[in-house]
């Protein structure tokens, strides 16, 4: 099993639709969650960290931690198509090793 | 906004080549990162540095690899004797605090070995 999981897509929706991506990892030592997204040609930008399980809320952006299932998510709301980026889920111990997994490619449709 | 600033932005080289990337890290941040991408791959971890050393690295940073802070702003990365393997989007990133708060990263050098 891979250490972190990450469906790549594509996924493509309509504007305004929820969208959901995950994670998930085989590794229980991962402390913190973190969710980037990725412009193409561009560095990640982070969006949110994460440390317990539970919900954590900006914006448009929820990020879910559930540490039992060792599986994460992040969802936005209202989607536009400036959300349109590739979305890295990554993940640490709390080391400088951060895990990312391997993207998910998202496109919004107006 | 403070940004991760990365020279160049594309650089070609022959095999065999050593290069040297560039990093101007955000100034008051203290660790600081390497990262790679290969294209359609995942981002890897290479390096990371706190306090002018090294504090960890990955398999993938080998004697070929070497990084430095020369100065109180750059920071760079140097591959010896590159491979076509090398090929690969290279960033820096740097942090203000330990690195579970995440990192901000720059735009990348797009490395192309011949």
């Known amino acids: 099993q891979k250490e972190v999981e990450q469906d790549p897509g594509p996924l493509s929706v309509p504007e305004g639709a929820i969208v959901s991506l995950n994670c998930t990892y085989s590794n229980s030592a991962f402390q913190y969650f973190m969710w980037y997204r990725q412009y193409s040609r561009k560095g990640p930008e982070l969006l949110m960290y994460t440390y317990s399980s539970g919900n954590k809320e900006d914006g448009r952006f929820t990020a879910q931690v559930d540490k039992s299932s060792k599986y994460i998510s992040l969802f936005i709301r209202d989607s536009q198509p400036s959300d349109s980026a590739t979305y890295l889920c990554a993940l640490t111990v709390g080391n400088n090793d951060m895990r990312f997994g391997a993207g998910t490619r998202l496109t919004v449709k107006p | 906004e403070p940004e991760v600033t990365q020279t160049p932005s594309h650089q070609v080289t022959q095999m065999g080549q050593e290069v040297i990337l560039r990093c101007v890290p955000i100034s008051n941040h203290l660790y600081f990162y390497w990262y790679r991408q290969i294209l359609g791959q995942k981002v890897e971890f290479l390096v990371s540095?706190?306090?002018?050393?090294?504090?960890?690295k990955s398999e993938i940073f080998d004697d070929q690899f070497s990084v430095e802070r020369p100065d109180g702003s750059n920071f760079t990365l140097k591959i010896r004797s590159t491979k076509l393997e090398d090929s690969a989007m290279y960033f820096c990133?740097?942090?203000?605090?330990?690195?579970?708060?995440?990192?901000?990263f720059g735009s990348g050098t797009r490395l192309t070995v011949v």
């Open positions: 540095f706190y306090n002018n050393e090294i504090s960890e």
């Open positions: 990133a740097s942090s203000e605090a330990e690195p579970r708060y995440g990192y901000t």
